[in-house]
T-cell receptor, first 114, second 115 residues
Framework: DADVTQTPRNRITKTGKRIMLECSQT?????MYWYRQDPGLGLRLIYY???????NKGEISDGYSVSRQAQAKFSLSLESAIPNQTALYFC?????????????FGPGTRLTVL | AQTVTQSQPEMSVQEAETVTLSCTYD???????LFWYKQPPSRQMILVIR??????QNATENRFSVNFQKAAKSFSLKISDSQLGDAAMYFC????????????FGTGTSLTVIP
């Protein structure tokens, strides 16, 4: 079984709709991240969380919110989706301390906002 | 914020040949980590190789090796004996050791392997 899972894998929605992307991990890592990937722009950090009570904004947090329901679960919400949020979204995890140097990615969610 | 630059949007290589992908980064820090990730058509991000900045020895993982030039802030990936399965998007990434756990990614290089 995959260590980092994301649901859904693909989603098409309409402008103005609320949508939630979910991420679960079995790696036992404290740190979780949400990125979006756009062609020509690489991966950009949206939000990250070092533990359940520690959530931080990343480079492009406007229009997004997150919830860390448990150590293993980290959800990304678009309160009112807009077309320029069409992208590939990745969840990632990492350990802490000297083991925090590598991130492990989920399979990605392809989101299309019409 | 640190920046990571991949100046080659696309590269191609003949099967069994060697190819080098370039990456430069901008930082004022002295201790950090560098990574190359591979993203095949399946979209999965796969760690290829990592380098710790305080180590002078270049990292190697089977057919993959890096040329880490700290003074020049350069971190290139060499793929030897290229295989069809190496075709993918490759991302260079930087992580600070001191200022939090954020990763910074380059814009990627799309590698095509020609049979």
């Amino acid at each position: 079984d995959a260590d980092v899972t994301q649901t859904p894998r693909n989603r098409i929605t309409k402008t103005g709709k609320r949508i939630m992307l979910e991420c679960s991990q079995t790696k036992g890592h404290d740190r979780m991240y949400w990125y979006r990937q756009d062609p020509g722009l690489g991966l950009r950090l949206i939000y990250y969380s070092f533990d359940v009570k520690d959530i931080n904004k990343g480079e492009i947090s406007d229009g997004y919110s997150v919830s860390r329901q448990a150590q293993a679960k980290f959800s990304l919400s678009l309160e009112s989706a807009i077309p320029n949020q069409t992208a590939l979204y990745f969840c990632a995890t990492s350990d802490f301390g000297i083991r925090a140097d590598t991130q492990y990615f989920g399979p990605g969610t392809r989101l299309t906002v019409l | 914020a640190q920046t990571v630059t991949q100046s080659q949007p696309e590269m191609s290589v003949q099967e069994a040949e060697t190819v080098t992908l370039s990456c430069t980064y901008d930082t004022s820090e002295s201790d950090y980590y560098l990574f190359w990730y591979k993203q095949p058509p399946s979209r999965q991000m796969i760690l290829v190789i990592r380098q710790e900045a305080y180590k002078q020895q270049n990292a190697t993982e089977n057919r993959f090796s890096v040329n880490f030039q700290k003074a020049a802030k350069s971190f290139s990936l060499k793929i030897s004996d290229s295989q069809l399965g190496d075709a993918a998007m490759y991302f260079c990434a930087y992580r600070s050791r001191d200022t939090g756990n954020q990763f910074y990614f380059g814009t990627g290089t799309s590698l095509t392997v020609i049979p």
